[in-house]
């Protein structure tokens, strides 16, 4: 499978815990996307990085979000403290050099 | 502020009909008009895009239709079949290359 893997596909955590997701890209794009989305809604931007350097933030991703691409390849978004409003689907996607974005299957997170 | 508008929010067709839903956006830098299809547990996945600098394009059983006067653009679903039950979203993007979603429409394929 060359798509984009995201990893894990559902975390249970509690609340006030510490999670990490991983997301690998398809190969060699070079743009990589995380968004949110909630139940019946449409999936919201949260950052964007072009090979490892995070270009944009949104202001959805408080100081309790980190993300990182530390080789220009695969990322991890990381969320402390989680709150019962983190619960959400994490998507990832990623890019070449036009606009045209393929996403991956999805982190589901609950908090409990 | 919601800068992009999709509807209906959920639309019911008979199998063979046709299937349309609309997208109005509010931000004239976008350039980049795509639609997303997304079944229950997955992923969105790219269906169709379109650039300003046409009106209209068609893949197969699907077609976007694009007024950029009236921020406006289309999903066009011919011979509509259950297996295309699903939430389509608009996701209109710029240069900066984030997609800004519509809330999604629910589409029932009915057999």
């Known amino acids: 499978d060359t798509g984009v893997s995201q990893d894990p596909r559902h975390k249970i955590t509690k609340r006030g815990q510490n999670v990490t997701f991983r997301c690998d890209p398809i190969?060699?794009?070079?743009?990589l996307y995380w968004y949110r989305q909630t139940l019946g809604q449409g999936p919201e931007f949260l950052t964007y990085f072009q090979n490892e350097a995070q270009l944009e933030k949104s202001r959805l991703l408080s100081d309790r979000f980190s993300a990182e691409r530390p080789k220009g390849s695969f990322s991890t978004l990381e969320i402390q403290r989680t709150e019962q409003g983190d619960s959400a689907m994490y998507l990832c996607a990623s890019s070449s050099s036009g606009n045209e974005q393929y996403f991956g299957p999805g982190t589901r997170l609950t908090v409990t | 502020q919601q800068q992009v508008k999709q509807s209906p929010q959920s639309l019911i067709v008979q199998k063979g009909g046709i299937s349309i839903i609309n997208c109005a956006y509010e931000?004239?830098?976008?350039?980049?008009f795509p639609w997303y299809q997304q079944f229950p547990g997955k992923g969105p996945a790219l269906l169709i895009a379109?650039?300003?600098?046409?009106s209209e394009k068609k893949e197969g059983r699907f077609t976007i239709s694009f007024n950029k006067s009236a921020k406006q653009f289309s999903l066009h679903i011919m011979d509509s079949q259950p297996g295309d039950s699903a939430t389509y979203f608009c996701a209109p993007g710029g240069s900066n290359y984030k997609l800004t979603f519509g809330k999604g429409t629910l589409l029932t394929v009915n057999p």
């Open positions: 190969s060699e794009h070079n743009r």
């Open positions: 931000n004239t830098a976008f350039d980049y």
């Open positions: 379109i650039r300003p600098d046409v």
